[in-house]
């Protein structure tokens, strides 16, 4: 029914990057022309599992293809479902929703929050349900490329951020599970941060219906962003949150990309630069905001054993490109 001349084209189009259509086209010439047809009726992107050396490939290659920036987005979107599921239900994601490719990791830390505001309980509830849509999605839409969720700590790493934001003393303890209040602050930690990895992630896919999707996963994350800044006005925690976005920004660069809930004392419930655009970061400076490091590195705070996928590594401390 199709020939090659439409197969090669069709992978053309529609293929992450040359890498993905180098990959597609190699398995469409040694299988045959129905093994490529099955690749283009299976209405989900379909790549090679032997990930280590196509991301090898692809940085030799100066590379990002959006399988990717996706399992990047993974990575986060694993940190945020465990986070709200946990909070709100006490247990996180289920094992059918964790398998992937690269080292499946457990979760450290976390549990039933006792809400005494039934509207922040409901927020969380809603945020929680997002954050595991978020989850199924991009692995579905990853297919067999999707990663695995790597080891996730919730427990000692809000002791460093709260330590570094000035909210507790070295050795004490910061629990975001011990009370609503915590909860917030804990929240406003990954929302904003959230927000930015997909302004910044945005122009490097290719794929229009990948980049219609992330942009309305941006606009998702951006409403919880405002509905726990707004929270934390009303709850009177406004200091706690600009020093979290203080110390936030110190680890992303000479950059400033963060915002508090009060600026210059006055009410920023949306966090923009002089534009009144949102901000964004690249993958690099996201991944020093979760390290918790300024520096670069391949690992740490929330991840204890990195992230999974392609994208790995934090900046270097002070590039303004990175």
Known sequence: MFDKRFISNAINRSAESSLDRRRFLTAAGVTGVGAGVAVLASGAPAFASTKAADAKAAADAGEVSDAAILNFALNLEYLEAEFYLRAVTGVGLPSSMIDGIDPQGGVVGGSKVPFKTGAIK??????????????????????????????IDLKASFNAAATAAGLIKAGQTFDPFASEENFLLGAFIFEDVGVTAYKGAAPLITNKTYLGAAAGILAVEAYH?????????????????????????????????????????????????????????????????????????????????????????SGNPGSPTS
């Open 225 to 313: 962003a405002g509905i726990i800044r707004d929270r934390i006005l009303d709850k009177g925690l406004y200091h706690q949150a600009d020093a979290i976005s203080v110390a936030r920004d110190s680890l992303d660069g000479s950059t400033h990309d963060d915002q508090g809930v009060v600026v210059n004392n006055v009410i920023s419930l949306v966090p923009t630069d002089a534009n009144s655009i949102a901000f964004g970061r690249t993958t690099e400076r996201v991944l020093n905001i979760v390290y918790l490091t300024p520096n670069q590195i391949d690992h740490g705070g929330f991840y204890p054993a990195g992230v999974n996928g392609a994208i790995v590594a």
């Open 122 to 151: 409901s927020i969380a509830t809603e945020i929680a349900a997002d954050e595991k849509a978020h989850v199924a999605f991009l692995r579905g839409a990853l297919g067999g490329a999707k990663v695995s969720r790597p080891a």
